[in-house]
């Protein structure tokens, strides 16, 4: 099942695969106040990404946009890589499901290692602010970047793609 917590917390239950370490130094990086990363991160306009290059098979999607209401979200999982999904600004809401308690929508997107899902209901439902991490695991169908509130909120985050041993 999912990990969920602060960054502290995660990095002491991850892996020791090379995909992890490289994940773990470089979310630490990131979170840094004043580094590079964060400053890259910071720039990113609203509703863009970059895909930056890890070590031990791993990369990463730093992102800046808005939250959406659930009914515009999606779930999804993924077969080949790891989510290490990590807030650095603002606010969001993520839910998990076990992939056994839900049936696929539509094939698998091989090229986009995607599984898209259906709305889902007796989900886990978990609020995420700056430094809180959530890993997704192959059986672990994710619906991120939901609004906490009312209202949408600017979020800046790193997903990082941590290959499958």
Do not use: C, N, W
Request: no cysteine.
């Amino acid at each position: 099942m999912a990990i969920l917590g602060s960054f502290a917390t995660v990095r002491s239950q991850v892996p020791a695969t090379p995909g992890f370490a490289a994940a773990i130094a470089y979310v630490e990086a990131l979170l840094a106040p004043g580094s590079a990363g964060r400053a890259r991160l910071a720039a990113l306009a609203p509703g863009t990404s970059a895909r930056i290059e890890l070590g031990g098979g791993a990369f990463a999607m730093e992102q800046a946009y808005l939250t959406k209401p659930r009914a515009e979200g999606f779930f999804e999982s993924h077969r080949r890589h790891i989510d290490v999904q990590v807030v650095v600004e603002g606010e969001e809401v993520m839910e998990v499901i076990d992939a056994g308690r839900i049936a696929p929508a539509g094939p698998f997107q091989e090229e986009r290692d995607f599984q898209a899902y259906p709305p889902a209901t007796g989900t886990l439902v978990a609020r995420f602010g700056p430094g809180d991490v959530a890993v997704y695991f192959p059986a672990d169908v994710h619906q991120p970047s939901l609004r906490a509130g009312e209202a949408a909120v600017l979020v800046r985050k790193t997903v990082v793609k941590v290959p499958v041993a």
